[in-house]
């Protein structure tokens, strides 16, 4: 039986703002600049509070009011967050700037789509300007395809060289900047006797041909300019917004005009043409083919960090919306919890987590966070986790196998109720210290090995870049699995950053390691939060050595004003939220529509005549015994509004999706259901829809805004 379903959503507005030849062009700027600050909700439900800021603008925006003040009419701005530019800055969506102002890229999350054409898009005639702010990132940049178009290089780069150890900053005191290059038309005319101090400056290493526009009271670069190809690009030590860096420098009287220089002399030679686009729906065949199948997909993949983070234990309205997911078979990270008195242990906090985590369906990785306490009583002889004795070990030993004696018993009683244990909880982990810590997990892991069969021991969970192959290095031979924690990470370079540490292990012949994402998230909410959790999922179900990621967390959880978990609990965007315990949307539709996802991955084949839509529309589907499910997104799509092809004068606003299912035949019919989830809220659309006994394929179709994933199930 075959059905046909429209699944229609609003178009959205039209993808650039264009121009009519002959009309005075404005300035057009896209400023990268934050996560959670630069969004409403944010700016809307926590600025606007009582003690609170007046104002409700931050980092781009508040550039953009500043220079609008200053330069009335001149400039067109569009702000974005970190993640969006991480994720989608390519030559399509450069093409509508003459400037891009960076404040808040991070270095390591960055793709080689973003790479070429940024060093495309200068060269050609666009301004960029990097400000090292709070949020910077930016020791990453030296010798990379970004660092390559700027005006100087940072002392070191972060993917391979000790960046911890390096001097990163020329000062640490509060400066006034001084000018260096008075006639320069981006700083001269301004006020600078009466400028408010720099928090602090990044140490920058200017490269022949630069110029350095202002330094700091020491003399160091605090802003270095050139012209590279057509283009022109400044970096900044320190100087951004009213961010945690140049707070007092965003209230300069000439804060404004500043940037209007700024912006003017690095559009200058902007090559931006007029255009327009028709709005166009894009058609895309998708065909599964669930005969074949590739790698499994473990139920942990989809698991969700703090068990108890919505209430000890889960109860009411909070346990019926998170059994909704579909959690049985994933992971569970909990603190061991346990005290040790004149060698009596008392395991009280452990059996309480242990039966829960049960009573959920759940597998337990139990986390020995104490020994990252320096007075732990394995340290009592002087020694330290990353530098430890033979008697340290044997004590850390000693308390790891009463744990999973406890919790597993021993000879013909052992069960395998704790099959994995990780080691600290991000241990700061560098050259330095990897050895040491090495020696540690090491003997950890022979003990455990030779006692506890089938235990897994994990470790790491610390700053990854460039500290993991080391410590790999010092323990690749030994440990089961690595724990990972990319925060602000795309989902998209999480993994290709893991397949780098997956080959990197296979060489030494460590074939034997697995990864756990024990915590990961980005600092977003709403609709970006829902594209970033389903793109990193679309990118995780593919590796085979992925033995599960927990994401941060289930129930609200704010430090204090960075935003976490799938259960609302009245605080903070409340947009699409109903009642306490009850979900939140963004990050929980994401694993909503993911719930039937497990077993093995079915072939997925796509095309479609429109070829720049397809890196926007994704795919992949499973099966696990007689229940089959394909999962299909349209991603956030440049702000929601589509996919542009400016070379055919159409912008993509929406997608119309034909899709054909392949299987093996059944005895019995078969019934199917179609879900949808946007970020705002998710619904069955359609189930109990018959497939005949013996039919070995289905077809529908699909019409999806950006921003909409759709599950097709079948059982």
Same mark, same amino acid.
């Given at each position: 039986?075959?059905?046909?379903?429209?699944?229609?959503?609003?178009?959205?507005?039209?993808?650039? #703002?264009?121009?009519? $030849?002959?009309? &005075?062009?404005?300035?057009? %700027?896209?400023?990268? =600049? *934050? !996560? @959670? /600050? +630069?969004?409403?909700?944010?700016?809307?439900?926590?600025?606007?509070?009582?003690?609170?800021?007046?104002?409700?603008?931050?980092?781009?925006?508040?550039?953009?009011?500043?220079?609008?003040?200053?330069?009335?009419?001149?400039?067109?701005?569009?702000?974005?967050?970190?993640?969006?530019?991480?994720?989608?800055?390519?030559?399509?969506?450069?093409?509508?700037?003459?400037?891009?102002?960076?404040?808040?890229?991070?270095?390591?999350?960055?793709?080689?789509?973003?790479?070429?054409?940024?060093?495309?898009?200068?060269?050609?005639?666009?301004?960029?300007?990097?400000?090292?702010?709070?949020?910077?990132?930016?020791?990453?940049?030296?010798? #990379?395809?970004?660092? $390559?178009?700027? &005006?100087?290089?940072?002392? %070191?780069?972060?993917? =391979? *060289? !000790? @960046? /911890? +150890?390096?001097?990163?900053?020329?000062?640490?005191?509060?400066?006034?900047?001084?000018?260096?290059?008075?006639?320069?038309?981006?700083?001269?005319?301004?006020?600078?006797?009466?400028?408010?101090?720099?928090?602090?400056?990044?140490?920058?290493?200017?490269?022949?041909?630069?110029?350095?526009?202002?330094?700091?009271?020491?003399?160091?670069?605090?802003?270095?300019?050139?012209?590279?190809?057509?283009?022109?690009?400044?970096?900044?030590?320190?100087?951004?917004?009213?961010?945690?860096?140049?707070?007092?420098?965003?209230?300069?009287?000439?804060?404004?005009?500043?940037?209007?220089?700024?912006?003017?002399?690095?559009?200058?030679?902007?090559?931006?043409?007029?255009?327009?686009?028709?709005?166009?729906?894009?058609?895309?065949?998708?065909?599964? !083919?669930?005969?074949?199948?590739?790698?499994?997909?473990?139920?942990?993949?989809?698991?969700?960090?703090?068990?108890?983070?919505?209430?000890?234990?889960?109860?009411?309205?909070?346990?019926?919306?998170?059994?909704?997911?579909?959690?049985?078979?994933?992971?569970?990270?909990?603190?061991?919890?346990?005290?040790?008195?004149?060698?009596?242990?008392?395991?009280?906090?452990?059996?309480?987590?242990?039966?829960?985590?049960?009573?959920?369906?759940?597998?337990?990785?139990?986390?020995?966070?104490?020994?990252?306490?320096?007075?732990?009583?394995?340290?009592?002889?002087?020694?330290?986790?990353?530098?430890?004795?033979?008697?340290?070990?044997?004590?850390?030993?000693?308390?790891?196998?009463?744990?999973?004696?406890?919790?597993?018993?021993?000879?013909?009683?052992?069960?395998?109720?704790?099959?994995?244990?990780?080691?600290?909880?991000?241990?700061?982990?560098?050259?330095?210290?990897?050895?040491?810590?090495?020696?540690?997990?090491?003997?950890?892991?022979?003990?455990?090995?030779?006692?506890?069969?089938?235990?897994?021991?994990?470790?790491?969970?610390?700053?990854?870049?460039?500290?993991?192959?080391?410590?790999?290095?010092?323990?690749?031979?030994?440990?089961?699995?690595?724990?990972?924690?990319?925060?602000?990470?795309?989902?998209?370079?999480?993994?290709?950053?893991?397949?780098?540490?997956?080959?990197?292990?296979?060489?030494?012949?460590?074939?034997?390691?697995?990864?756990?994402?024990?915590?990961?998230?980005?600092?977003?909410?709403?609709?970006?939060?829902?594209?970033?959790?389903?793109?990193?999922?679309?990118?995780?179900?593919?590796?085979?050595?992925?033995?599960?990621?927990?994401?941060?967390?289930?129930?609200?959880?704010?430090?204090?004003?960075?935003?976490?978990?799938?259960?609302?609990?009245?605080?903070?965007?409340?947009?699409?939220?109903?009642?306490?315990?009850?979900?939140?949307?963004?990050?929980?539709?994401?694993?909503?529509?993911?719930?039937?996802?497990?077993?093995?991955?079915?072939?997925?084949?796509?095309?479609?005549?429109?070829?720049?839509?397809?890196?926007?529309?994704?795919?992949?589907?499973?099966?696990?015994?007689?229940?089959?499910?394909?999962?299909?997104?349209?991603?956030?799509?440049?702000?929601?509004?589509?996919?542009?092809?400016?070379?055919?004068?159409?912008?993509?606003?929406?997608?119309?999706?034909?899709?054909?299912?392949?299987?093996?035949?059944?005895?019995?019919?078969?019934?199917?259901?179609?879900?949808?989830?946007?970020?705002?809220?998710?619904?069955?659309?359609?189930?109990?829809?018959?497939?005949?006994?013996?039919?070995?394929?289905?077809?529908?179709?699909?019409?999806?805004?950006?921003?909409?994933?759709?599950?097709?199930?079948?059982?």
């Amino acid at each position: 039986m075959n059905t046909r379903l429209i699944l229609t959503v609003a178009a959205t507005a039209a993808y650039m #703002t264009t121009w009519a $030849a002959g009309e &005075p062009k404005p300035i057009k %700027v896209l400023t990268v =600049t *934050g !996560d @959670w /600050k +630069s969004q409403e909700w944010y700016q809307d439900e926590w600025m606007a509070k009582p003690g609170q800021p007046s104002h409700k603008l931050y980092r781009g925006r508040y550039i953009a009011a500043a220079v609008e003040k200053a330069a009335p009419g001149k400039f067109e701005f569009t702000d974005i967050t970190n993640y969006a530019g991480q994720e989608y800055l390519d030559a399509n969506y450069l093409a509508q700037f003459d400037v891009v102002l960076m404040g808040d890229i991070m270095g390591w999350s960055l793709n080689p789509r973003f790479y070429e054409a940024v060093e495309a898009y200068v060269k050609n005639g666009g301004g960029l300007i990097y400000c090292a702010s709070y949020k910077w990132s930016c020791a990453l940049m030296r010798d #990379t395809a970004f660092g $390559a178009v700027l &005006p100087a290089d940072f002392p %070191v780069d972060g993917t =391979t *060289g !000790d @960046w /911890k +150890s390096a001097q990163l900053t020329a000062d640490n005191d509060p400066f006034t900047p001084k000018v260096a290059a008075t006639g320069h038309p981006a700083i001269k005319g301004l006020d600078w006797a009466s400028v408010p101090k720099i928090a602090r400056n990044m140490r920058m290493l200017p490269k022949e041909g630069s110029t350095v526009l202002l330094k700091s009271a020491s003399d160091a670069p605090a802003l270095v300019a050139w012209e590279l190809g057509k283009g022109r690009t400044m970096m900044t030590g320190g100087i951004f917004a009213n961010d945690e860096m140049s707070e007092d420098f965003g209230s300069w009287k000439d804060f404004g005009k500043f940037y209007a220089q700024v912006f003017s002399w690095l559009g200058a030679n902007s090559e931006r043409k007029p255009f327009s686009l028709r709005a166009a729906a894009a058609d895309v065949s998708l065909e599964v !083919d669930f005969n074949k199948t590739l790698n499994s997909v473990s139920p942990g993949i989809f698991s969700v960090h703090g068990h108890d983070s919505a209430g000890f234990p889960i109860s009411g309205k909070a346990y019926d919306t998170f059994m909704a997911l579909n959690p049985r078979g994933g992971l569970a990270r909990f603190d061991a919890g346990y005290s040790v008195k004149d060698g009596v242990y008392d395991f009280t906090g452990v059996d309480k987590h242990l039966n829960e985590i049960r009573r959920l369906g759940l597998r337990p990785i139990v986390l020995f966070s104490g020994l990252n306490n320096g007075n732990h009583r394995a340290w009592a002889d002087g020694s330290k986790w990353h530098d430890p004795s033979a008697k340290a070990i044997e004590i850390v030993c000693g308390e790891v196998g009463a744990v999973l004696k406890h919790a597993n018993g021993s000879g013909d009683g052992y069960k395998k109720n704790v099959e994995y244990i990780e080691l600290m909880n991000e241990p700061d982990v560098n050259y330095k210290t990897a050895p040491g810590f090495g020696r540690l997990v090491n003997g950890v892991a022979d003990y455990v090995h030779s006692n506890f069969p089938g235990v897994k021991v994990g470790a790491f969970g610390a700053y990854e870049v460039p500290y993991l192959k080391p410590f790999i290095d010092a323990c690749g031979a030994k440990i089961d699995w690595i724990s990972r924690h990319p925060y602000g990470w795309t989902g998209e370079r999480v993994f290709q950053v893991q397949d780098e540490f997956q080959a990197y292990a296979a060489e030494k012949g460590y074939n034997q390691i697995e990864f756990i994402v024990t915590e990961w998230d980005f600092w977003i909410q709403g609709r970006q939060k829902f594209d970033y959790m389903m793109k990193r999922y679309f990118e995780a179900v593919k590796r085979d050595k992925l033995i599960g990621t927990l994401h941060y967390r289930l129930g609200m959880y704010n430090e204090p004003i960075y935003l976490f978990g799938l259960i609302w609990g009245g605080w903070g965007q409340n947009r699409g939220a109903g009642e306490p315990n009850t979900p939140m949307h963004d990050a929980y539709d994401a694993l909503w529509v993911f719930r039937d996802f497990r077993g093995e991955r079915a072939h997925v084949s796509k095309n479609s005549e429109a070829a720049a839509v397809l890196p926007h529309v994704m795919a992949d589907a499973t099966r696990s015994g007689e229940k089959l499910n394909t999962v299909v997104y349209f991603d956030w799509a440049y702000g929601l509004v589509g996919i542009p092809d400016t070379a055919a004068g159409v912008n993509y606003n929406k997608v119309k999706v034909d899709i054909k299912l392949s299987f093996p035949a059944a005895g019995r019919d078969r019934k199917l259901s179609i879900s949808q989830a946007t970020g705002e809220g998710f619904s069955v659309v359609k189930k109990d829809i018959v497939v005949a006994a013996g039919a070995t394929s289905y077809e529908n179709a699909f019409e999806l805004a950006p921003a909409t994933a759709v599950s097709v199930t079948m059982e």
